[in-house]
């Protein structure tokens, strides 16, 4: 079981890796478990879906993130980034638009926070709200681009009860973009991702667990997702 005193200690731990003293300070002051910092509109991610397929989006999550340089992975943490998606071709907006990363099959584009073409892409398309829900004991299994020595494996679980299918992009790809910026994923690392109702019903010794407040009672925390290692053979 994960208590209360967990989760709020492994947020202001993310917190803490954002520098933002402001948030901080807001968050160690308040009893509400929901207290967050404001973001701007410059510190929006966009990602433009043509349609969703579980693992061509978790890859190109993982290989977005793996782009991004030291600055703009700083920026990331410190703006608590948030994401938004759209649906769209990547491909009948490529002329327009020029995406920082389209994933090889044309489902998936993403623009990097802070990009002067934001405002119009979200003012052209809709948001993406399909219920692409995996069910939950399914998994699959993706890379982190790149190689080193003794790449290590890592299972991702993602908590979906009672979320919409765009909370789910939301966790998911959070979880993954910030392993990558932080090192908890690092390049060449096999990460399999596996759906579950609950990360409170899960055995695991979690290397980092995805916190934000329960949308059922905001005065308490939820734990979204986390990341723990995986052992045995890989893909």
């Known amino acids: 079981m994960l208590s209360q005193?967990?989760?709020?200690?492994e947020m202001e731990k993310r917190i803490r890796r954002s520098g933002n003293a402001e948030a901080l300070r807001v968050f160690q002051?308040?009893?509400n478990a929901a207290a967050a910092p404001g973001r701007s509109d410059a510190s929006v991610a966009i990602v433009v879906m043509r349609c969703f397929k579980a693992e061509a989006f978790a890859s190109s999550s993982l290989a977005f993130a793996s782009l991004l340089g030291e600055t703009a992975r700083r920026r990331w943490l410190a703006a608590f980034t948030p994401t938004i998606f759209l649906v769209g071709n990547p491909a009948?907006?490529?002329?327009?638009?020029?995406?920082?990363?389209?994933?090889?099959d044309n489902t998936i584009a993403w623009l990097a926070p802070g990009t002067k073409s934001a405002m119009p892409l979200r003012r052209l398309l809709r948001l993406f709200e399909a219920n692409i829900i995996p069910d939950a004991g399914s998994e699959f299994a993706v890379r982190v681009p790149g190689e080193r020595a003794a790449p290590a494996r890592h299972r991702v679980y993602v908590a979906t009860a009672g979320i919409s299918g765009a909370?789910?992009?939301?966790h998911l790809n959070h979880t993954l973009a910030e392993?990558?910026?932080t090192g908890s994923l690092l390049p060449g690392d096999e990460v399999v991702v596996r759906s579950v109702?609950?990360?409170d019903a899960v055995k695991e010794d979690f290397d980092?667990?995805?916190v934000h407040f329960d949308k059922n009672d905001v005065g308490r925390l939820r734990a979204y997702a986390g990341i723990a290692p995986l052992h045995?053979?890989?893909i």
């Open 92 to 104: 009948n907006l490529a002329a327009r638009f020029a995406f920082d990363f389209v994933h090889s």
């Open 208 to 210: 980092v667990i995805r």
């Open 179 to 181: 392993g990558v910026i």
């Open 167 to 170: 909370e789910y992009l939301v």
């Open 5 to 9: 005193e967990r989760l709020r200690s």
């Open 197 to 199: 109702d609950q990360l």
């Open 232 to 234: 045995g053979g890989g």
């Open 29 to 31: 002051n308040s009893e």
